[in-house]
Nanobody, 118 residues
């Protein structure tokens, strides 16, 4: 079994910052890619940022320059530093991991809510 757990969500004012963390545990041999998606009410889930095992990153255009994704200090962890937050960043943020490039098998966390409001 593989467990994916997010943390760090909460309420923040526009212009503020939050740091989301994700930890994967269980039967893990290796991880090809870890990343974050988000979904606002009534909207489609969208990619926010990803980082691969060799450090390649990918960001949504809407968060470039504001968000930074990085592998955590602990194994099988990933961090999303979110700065200059905007109300439109409000969503449930989900951690996603892909175990291998060839299979594409992925796992999801339950999500953590980020609310940006004054």
């Amino acid at each position: 079994q593989v467990q994916v757990v997010e943390s760090g969500g909460g309420l923040v004012q526009p212009g503020g910052s939050l740091r989301l963390s994700c930890a994967a545990s269980g039967s893990i041999f290796s991880i090809y890619r870890m990343g974050w998606y988000r979904q606002a009410p009534g909207k489609q889930r969208e990619l926010v940022a990803t980082v691969t095992d060799i450090g390649n990153t990918n960001y949504a255009e809407s968060v470039k320059g504001r968000f930074t994704i990085s592998r955590g200090d602990a194994k099988n962890t990933v961090v999303l530093q979110m700065n200059i937050l905007k109300p439109e960043d409000t969503a449930v943020y989900y951690c996603n991991i892909i175990m291998s490039r060839s299979s594409g098998i992925n796992y999801w966390g339950k999500g953590t809510l980020v609310t940006v409001s004054s």
